[in-house]
């Protein structure tokens, strides 16, 4: 069953734009069909990583099987000019949000009934 992820990335600002490109190509091939870019651009950081203030940040929404994050994330840990990136599983977080609405009208309804 396929889930749907979205995995926020950054790319070094000393990195080719060409590069920068490739690095991007490579993961939204590897995500599937499904896979949607948005490059957010050059921003700077709270706090210097790895000795460097700015990356360019792109924010890719996609779908796959539950394995495939794992996959990826190896492979950017050791992809050149990748300085951080996190995945997130969004079917997850709708379930914890209906969940929380769902505990949050149980207390409601105990409060009317007193």
């Known amino acids: 069953m396929n889930r749907q992820y979205e995995c926020l990335f950054i790319v070094a600002n000393d990195v080719t734009e ?10 939204s091939k590897m995500a599937g069909e499904t896979a949607k870019v948005e490059k957010w651009g050059l921003k700077k950081f709270a706090t210097p990583i790895n000795h460097k203030k700015d990356g360019y ?10 394995e495939l994050p794992k996959k990826m994330g190896d492979l950017m840990n050791i992809t050149d000019g990748l300085v951080r990136y996190m995945f997130v599983c969004k079917d ?11 505990a949050k009208k149980e207390v409601k309804e105990v409060k009317e009934n007193e």
């Not at 060409?18 to 993961?27: D, L, S, T």
């Not at 940040?57 to 539950?66: D, G, H, R």
């Not at 997850?92 to 769902?102: D, H, N, P, S, T």
């Open 18 to 27: 060409e590069n920068r490109g490739k690095i991007v190509e490579k993961f």
């Open 57 to 66: 940040y792109y924010l890719m929404n996609f779908q796959c099987a539950p």
């Open 92 to 102: 997850e977080q709708l379930q914890k949000k209906a969940k929380g609405k769902k």
